[in-house]
């Protein structure tokens, strides 16, 4: 599948929840699960739960009031790529200086802030490490 949302791929899962970081739990919870269905090791989905938290934590101070935060996941054998967006009326330049960024562009094997069509979108790619293992 596409990795490319924009393509017009439908994604595997897609999760609906209010714009507030009360809920990046149940994010981070959702991704672990769907990391484990793709054979990703412990020590992948740790880290793919640490970025999950940060791409959220880089989107969530500017959403609209009201919003969603939707995340969209394309799923491929031992391969994940999520894109986790709110709506936003003036989304900013990402700060690619920025702590979570640093973070999250260091755990990904792909990662890239869109601003566009009133949307705030991190877009990242996690491989499990059993991917190149060839196990």
């Known amino acids: 599948m596409s990795d490319d949302s924009s393509s017009g791929a439908r994604p595997d899962v897609e999760l609906r929840l209010p714009a507030?970081?009360?809920?990046a739990s149940v994010l981070r919870t959702?991704?672990?699960?769907?990391?484990?269905?793709?054979?990703?090791t412990m020590d992948d989905i740790e880290d793919l739960r640490i970025a999950i938290g940060?791409?959220?934590a880089m989107v969530l101070p500017d959403a609209d009031p009201a919003s969603d935060l939707t995340c969209l996941?394309?799923?491929e054998p031992r391969r994940m790529?999520?894109?986790?967006?709110?709506?936003?009326?003036?989304?900013?330049?990402?700060?690619?200086?920025?702590?979570a960024w640093q973070v999250l562009?260091?755990?990904?094997?792909?990662?890239?802030v869109l601003t566009d069509g009133g949307?705030?979108?991190v877009r990242l790619t996690m491989e499990?490490?059993?991917a190149g293992a060839g196990l």
């Not at 507030?20 to 809920?23: E, I, L, N, R, S």
């Not at 699960?33 to 793709?38: D, H, M, N």
């Not at 562009?105 to 990662?111: D, G, P, R, W």
């Open 20 to 23: 507030d970081g009360a809920y």
């Open 30 to 40: 959702t991704t672990a699960g769907l990391a484990a269905r793709l054979e990703f």
């Open 54 to 56: 940060e791409a959220s």
């Open 73 to 75: 996941y394309y799923l």
């Open 81 to 99: 790529t999520i894109e986790v967006a709110v709506d936003a009326a003036e989304p900013p330049e990402p700060d690619l200086d920025s702590f």
């Open 105 to 112: 562009s260091t755990l990904a094997a792909q990662a890239e």
């Open 119 to 121: 949307r705030l979108r």
């Open 128 to 130: 499990s490490s059993l």
